[in-house]
Nanobody, 124 residues
């Protein structure tokens, strides 16, 4: 079992920044890749970024490239998503997830455990 708890969401103006955290407990954190997804009202959940268990490989959706940075600290059992230059279209509930079978998939179906989500709202 893995428990994931996101934090760091909030209300920010366009152009601002937020850093999301994902605190993990349960199985060894360095044994799995981690991903961030988001879901806006009325839309399907979409992939944002993923990072391999070692942190050496990262993956981003096109809209996140150059603005968001995914990272992890295995010693602290915590993953992060640094979000800069935020836009109103980034408004969504953001979820972190654990992938035990791959290096960090872009498909939510490949993830085994999910957090409860944290709301990010970007005002124009």
């Amino acid at each position: 079992q893995v428990q994931l708890v996101e934090s760091g969401g909030g209300l920010v103006q366009a152009g601002g920044s937020l850093r999301l955290s994902c605190a993990a407990s349960g199985r060894t954190f360095s044994n799995y890749a981690m991903g961030w997804f988001r879901q806006a009202p009325g839309k399907e959940r979409e992939f944002v970024a993923a990072i391999s268990w070692s942190g050496r490989s990262t993956y981003y959706t096109d809209s996140a490239k150059g603005r968001f940075t995914i990272s992890r600290d295995n010693a602290k059992n915590t993953g992060y998503l640094q979000m800069n230059s935020l836009k109103p279209e980034d408004t969504a509930v953001y979820y972190c997830a654990a992938d035990f079978t791959g290096p960090g998939s872009t498909s939510g179906k490949d993830y085994d455990y999910w957090g409860q989500g944290t709301q990010v709202t970007v005002s124009s």
